[in-house]
Structures are given as C-alpha cells and as structure tokens.
C-alpha cells in the first residue's frame, strides 16, 4: 500500500502538519475519508458472530438468532449479515420465507455466540452486546419486518449452490444501504436496547442454515 511521500505545514492556530503526495511533479494533499459519525473509515474495531449451521424447525415464525444491544451509552451498527445454506447436507429441500425485524428487548434461552475479532489487539466486545441462536423468548418485535425474502434449502438447487459457494446472501450492505466498497457504511444502527432478529417463516424442518453477522461498534 503506498503512503504520503512529503509534507506541508499548516498554520492556523499552533499549525500543523498535512500529509502530501507527489504526482506529475505536483504535491498533492493526502485525504482520509470518514464516515457520517466522523470516524476515519476503516478504523472501528469489527466483531464478526459466525453461527454454525443449524437446521431449520418445523414451526413457523421460528426466531433463528437475535443480536441486542443493551448497553447504556455505545451504539452497534450492524454492516453485514449473511445467510449461509448448508449445501454439504443432503435433503429434500423446499423454498423458505425468512423475515428481519428490530427488536425491543434481548432474547433469552437458545445459544450465546461469542464474537470473533478480525484484530487480536482490539478491544473485547461489551458483555451488554449479544447475540444467540435460537432463543426461546424475549427478542420482543418492533415494527414491520425490514426484509423479506426466500431461499431454497435444497442443496442441489443452483441458486443456493452459487448462494453457498459465495458466501452466503448479503442481507445488508447490497440491499439495505448500498455496496460497502464504494464506501458507504451505515448499515443498520442498534442504539440503546434495540436490536434485530431473523425469522424462519415456513413451517418445515428441510434444510440447515449458518450465519456470518458483522457489526462495529461507537
């Protein structure tokens, strides 16, 4: 990656020094692009929730994971979920209506996730910051669904192969708020006790799914 080859001074106030590049024989002022809360993009501190693949329950409206933040003061912006079919299982699969919706209260029983970190020098998640599988209460819904959408659990079908092999359906930053590599970074905002969970609409047991969920936090 190439950096700032020279330097300018600035001098309002005490000054400063502003980072230039060479080109053509010109110096050119180097910029650091922020995002709409004034961070320097790429400089949040990512945590990644990996939810192993588990299979589908035949009982509709089933919440397969939500994710709540209860802390008093930080805010959680989600940037990426992705659903990952499960194309190593053999089953009879069918087509599966999913729904996401913000939450009002955490929920309760299921599997507690543990974040990952993509930098082992960062700090640890906030302990007031969850996420879980398939809880069995709480995950109270506020409002309407934000997404609906369907994917086939059939592991032969050649949309969910590509889907899989990809890896997994972007939910979020190609379909709710623009593509992040062009830099658009806002994502879905969790301030205090709000949160979101996804719902396994079809009553049906055909089929398995993992989760990648990332989020930064402020």
């Not at 003061?73 to 599966?96: C, D, E, H, M, Y």
């Not at 599997?111 to 910051?129: F, K």
Request: hydrophobic share 40%.
């Amino acid at each position: 990656m190439a950096q700032a080859n020279d330097s300018i001074l600035v001098t309002p106030g005490s000054g400063a020094t502003v980072a230039t590049q060479l080109a053509n024989s010109k110096e050119y002022q180097v910029m650091c692009v922020a995002d709409e809360g004034g961070h320097i993009l790429g400089s949040k501190d990512a945590y990644i929730y990996a939810i192993a693949s588990q299979v589908h329950v035949a009982s509709a409206n089933t919440i397969h994971w939500d994710l709540f933040n209860a802390d008093a003061a930080l805010l959680v912006r989600v940037v990426s979920i992705k659903q990952i079919p499960n194309i190593a299982t053999a089953v009879t699969g069918v087509v599966f209506s999913w729904q996401l919706f913000r939450t009002s209260a955490v929920g309760t029983g299921g599997s507690a996730q543990t974040a990952w970190l993509p930098d082992l020098s960062q700090t640890s998640l906030d302990a007031d910051i969850t996420c879980r599988s398939k809880p069995t209460g709480g995950a109270t819904t506020s409002g309407s669904s934000i997404k609906d959408y369907a994917l086939s659990s059939e592991e032969t079908n050649t949309a969910t192969i590509q889907i899989a092999s990809q890896g997994g359906l972007e939910l979020v930053n190609q379909s709710l708020t623009g593509d992040l590599t062009n830099g658009n970074q806002h994502g879905i905002l969790l301030r205090q006790n709000q949160g979101l969970k996804c719902v396994q609409v079809t009553n049906s047991a055909a089929g398995n799914t993992g989760w990648e969920i990332t989020i930064t936090v402020e």
